[in-house]
Nanobody, 115 residues
Framework: HVRLAESGGGVVQPGGSLRLSCTAS????????MGWYRQAPGKERELVSY???????TIYGDSVQGRFTASRDHAKNMYLQMNGLKPEAATVYYC?????????WGQGTQVTVSS
């Protein structure tokens, strides 16, 4: 019915940059919010960024604030510009959407930070 698909993950050197994308598709009426989360092994899923489309505004997790920037366009896409990547940022990043009264998750995109 609704699908979120992430892309843009890959291998980057420490301190480098990467841009993730999330595309929402399917039978969608209204997207209320879209966010990025990440989850390291042995830890709970962590908020990276969240855009409230209806209410306006974007919030960031404390660990990424000042280095990551979330944005969206008007074609059901969301982006995460990641700068100053650290090795600890190497994990799977998931797209989340609040769409038509339900929540959806993408399958994730892998980010690897390595020299």
């Amino acid at each position: 019915h609704v699908r979120l698909a992430e892309s843009g993950g890959g291998v980057v050197q420490p301190g480098g940059s990467l841009r993730l994308s999330c595309t929402a598709s399917g039978n969608i009426s209204t997207i209320y919010a879209m966010g990025w989360y990440r989850q390291a092994p042995g830890k709970e899923r962590e908020l990276v960024s969240y855009i409230s489309i209806e209410g306006g505004g974007t919030i960031y997790g404390d660990s990424v604030q000042g280095r990551f920037t979330a944005s969206r366009d008007h074609a059901k896409n969301m982006y995460l510009q990641m700068n100053g990547l650290k090795p600890e940022a190497a994990t799977v990043y998931y797209c989340h959407g609040a769409i038509d009264g339900r929540t959806y998750w993408g399958q994730g995109t892998q980010v690897t930070v390595s020299s």
